[in-house]
């Protein structure tokens, strides 16, 4: 045992070393300065050859004031709300440190600064990595500030420095953004919704963040903002920084923030482009966007700025020479939305998401998730068809010449022999666009006349679940697909957007290789490298001899059917229209071997973005993914690929059994399928959501087996109307299928359930 002297000499030596310690910690920090932290930097855009594309960032949004040029109101709101005992404390919190080093060492994540002190500590000095080292520099820098500053100086210095969403950091550049006005003229109400959005401005601004977080959409955004916005004024008033009066005027009105406005260099398509670009780099990398927002990063697109401009150009041409919205009240609110991307690749090359942010429009349609396909998605029941078959096939896939019922109103079979019924227990009857009596054809021909029923009946045979691991595993995220399996969902009730269409169809032009889409190549900061922006790989997601004959089959759809307009490209193509119910989207999706397209077109109502009818627009009766929408498609892809080589497609090896409906399997022959000119009638509509919201929500299902006999329909689907579907639609869970998913998971372009 150790003498007490001893003992005593290692404990004052220990204490000693750690006095030093602190001492020499303590000495070696650098307090922040806000005026450097203030400092703008641009974060720069390059063109897909290297080109500069823009820069964003002005240093207007980077402004500092003084202490006396920030209402107390404001001063009070922060503390109030975040640091009550701002004015008497130390300006540390070793309660939070030791929390937080606690929860480091147990693997989790560390917290915040508990102080307003060590809040602008983090703001303008450290990186924002979570190591036991920031910790103790940041305790070390807080202490200093706290012997250096005052607390007005501390105060002014936090609010300079915090973000405030919308790329605007300090108080000063929030005041301008959000309410137009000097930071010294905001009023307690303002000062107090400001604050809220110190809490997190992708969830706390009423205009929305759903593209970086789908639970940040507008309407969740005001709720919460409302809220805390109530809880400040109401802490302020508790702690006698607001007077009776002062307090019930606040709360009277909730301060309306303005809209979104464009920036510098943002107009056009290069708002959509960035919006686009920013969002892959925040869900590709540990980056923030408080700290992406600050600026300096440089940014390689996969851009092309020919084709580009070649789409908006396509688009404008065909918007002039067939719309109308001045004189023509049916032609307003009509929108566009476009992506082209490259097969065996993912390298989305051009977009077009809309008229731009300088005309007040700031939702990019390439992106956006509310538009249902329509037609577009019996591919993906077809390629299901020919890999999985049918439960009468005994899992051999079937041919694209099985013959199914054309007809129109046609009763839907269930796999045990009964029918699918309406909530009132009349028969389902699944409506074509027109009563043409088809009878029993080939699925090919009706791929090529875009008819519903042969297509309902087959994805119910076939299974839902197998036809939605097919679309997934061609590229399309789950989260974006109608949720009801029921047959409606065959026909395109689901909304994935117009960047996920293009990679999907891809994915047939590319013989079944499947690359996820990306925008950003690389990103560096000071020169440096930053990780998480590795090239997809393509990989085998569909059989290469199903994916060629879906293509054999689209392809004809060009030649003999509803995409004929497409002709006019004059070199070979693959594609397919889609047109939904009440005529509230339409679509055209196709392809060569070097590039994928998708164009879609609707009606929007501005106030609540709900989509609305295009029966009468463009002075028809309806608008059919035929007509528009491929005429967009085809002016592009003449500018996209001229003195390209025609490339062609492989030849589509035979597949599967001839399986008639109506009767047993057969082999397929072996003769080469040539396209047959047939008539072509307009493209059959496929039903749409009733709530083609840009979040739509799922409606409520029933869970049943073959047996069942019905299913009570509570809402969601809205399949009536005269431009397809049917009067109603049985909701259902298909039980059939692994239910299993294969491809990419949720990685996708934005890392997740956008895209």
């Not at 303005?258 to 107009?267: D, P, S």
Request: glycine share 10%.
């Amino acid at each position: 045992m150790p003498s007490w002297k001893l003992f005593s000499g290692l404990c004052v030596t220990l204490l000693g070393g750690l006095v030093a310690m602190v001492g020499i910690g303590y000495a070696m920090v650098q307090v922040p300065s806000e005026n450097i932290a203030a400092k703008s930097q641009n974060n720069v855009y390059y063109w897909a050859d290297g080109s500069q594309m823009v820069a964003t960032g002005t240093g207007v949004n980077r402004q500092n004031v003084t202490i006396d040029k920030i209402p107390e109101a404001m001063q009070w709101a922060v503390i109030s709300a975040e640091n009550k005992s701002f004015y008497q404390d130390s300006g540390v919190d070793p309660m939070g440190i030791a929390r937080a080093l606690a929860n480091m060492a147990r693997g989790g994540q560390t917290q915040g600064g508990s102080t307003i002190t060590q809040q602008f500590v983090k703001n303008t000095y450290l990186s924002q990595d979570q190591t036991l080292t920031r910790k103790f520099k940041e305790m070390f820098i807080s202490i200093k500030v706290g012997t250096k500053f005052t607390k007005p100086q501390i105060l002014q210095g936090y609010l300079n420095t915090s973000y405030y969403g919308r790329g605007a950091y300090g108080i000063q550049a929030a005041a301008h953004t959000y309410f137009g006005v000097d930071a010294v003229k905001l009023k307690p109400s303002q000062c107090a919704f400001l604050a809220a959005l110190l809490k997190g401005p992708t969830y706390y601004d009423p205009a929305g963040n759903a593209d970086l977080d789908k639970a940040a959409t507008p309407d969740a955004n005001r709720k919460r903002s409302q809220e805390r916005w109530a809880w400040i004024l109401g802490e302020m008033h508790k702690d006698k920084h607001l007077s009776d009066v002062q307090y019930q005027d606040a709360l009277k009105k909730y301060p309306e923030p303005q809209g979104r406005k464009a920036t510098k260099g943002m107009t056009g398509q290069i708002s959509y482009l960035v919006d686009t670009a920013k969002k892959y780099v925040l869900n590709h990398s540990q980056i923030t966007e408080q700290e992406f927002d600050k600026g300096g990063f440089q940014v390689y697109t996969t851009f092309e700025k020919k084709k580009v401009d070649a789409l908006s150009a396509a688009v404008k041409k065909i918007q002039k020479a067939r719309l109308h919205p001045k004189t023509e009240p049916r032609d307003k609110y009509v929108q566009f939305g476009a992506a082209s991307v490259e097969p065996n690749n993912g390298a989305i090359v051009a977009l077009y998401g809309g008229d731009g942010y300088e005309n007040g429009h700031f939702t990019n349609n390439a992106d956006t998730s509310g538009v249902p396909v329509g037609s577009t998605w019996k591919p993906f029941v077809l390629a299901a068809a020919m890999k999985y078959g049918t439960y009468k096939s005994d899992g051999v896939g079937i041919s694209p010449l099985s013959k199914y019922n054309g007809d129109d109103l046609l009763k839907v079979r269930r796999p045990d022999g009964s029918f699918y019924l309406n909530k009132d227990n009349s028969f389902f009857r699944q409506k074509n666009e027109s009563d043409h009596k088809w009878g029993y054809i080939t699925l090919r021909k009706a791929m090529e006349q875009s008819i519903n029923t042969p297509y309902v009946q087959l994805g119910v045979d076939v299974g839902m679940t197998k036809v939605r691991d097919t679309a997934h595993a061609a590229g399309i995220l789950n989260d974006s697909m109608s949720q009801d399996l029921n047959p409606s969902f065959a026909i395109g009730t689901s909304t994935p957007s117009a960047i996920r269409m293009a990679d999907a169809y891809a994915t047939f032009a590319a013989s079944g290789m499947q690359a996820d889409p990306y925008s950003v190549v690389s990103v560096k900061k000071d020169g440096v490298d930053q990780p998480g922006f590795d090239k997809p790989k393509p990989h085998e997601a569909i059989d290469p001899d199903v994916a060629n004959n879906v293509t054999d089959v689209l392809e004809n759809v060009i030649q003999n059917g509803t995409g004929q307009n497409a002709k006019a490209l004059g070199r070979t193509a693959a594609g397919k229209t889609g047109t939904t119910d009440k005529n509230k989207s339409a679509w055209f999706v196709g392809y060569t071997r070097q590039l994928s397209t998708a164009v879609t077109m609707f009606r929007e109502n501005p106030k609540d973005h709900k989509l609305l009818s295009m029966n009468g627009t463009a002075g028809v009766d309806s608008i059919h993914g035929g007509d528009i929408p491929t005429s967009v498609w085809t002016e592009y892809m003449m500018a996209a690929l001229q003195g390209k080589n025609d490339l062609g497609f492989p030849d589509p090896a035979k597949i599967g059994e001839i399986q008639d409906e109506a009767g047993a399997p057969s082999p397929t022959p072996s003769v080469t399928i040539t396209p047959s000119p047939s008539p072509s009638e307009s493209p059959s509509p496929s039903p749409s959501q009733s709530s083609p919201s840009p979040s739509p929500s799922p409606s409520d299902t029933c869970q049943f087996g073959w047996g069942s006999n019905n299913c009570n329909n509570t809402g969601g689907t809205d399949t009536g109307g005269t431009n397809g579907g049917v009067t109603s639609s049985p909701t259902a869970t298909d039980t059939t299928g692994t239910g299993n998913t294969r491809g990419n998971g949720n990685g996708g372009l934005f890392a997740g359930p956008t895209g």
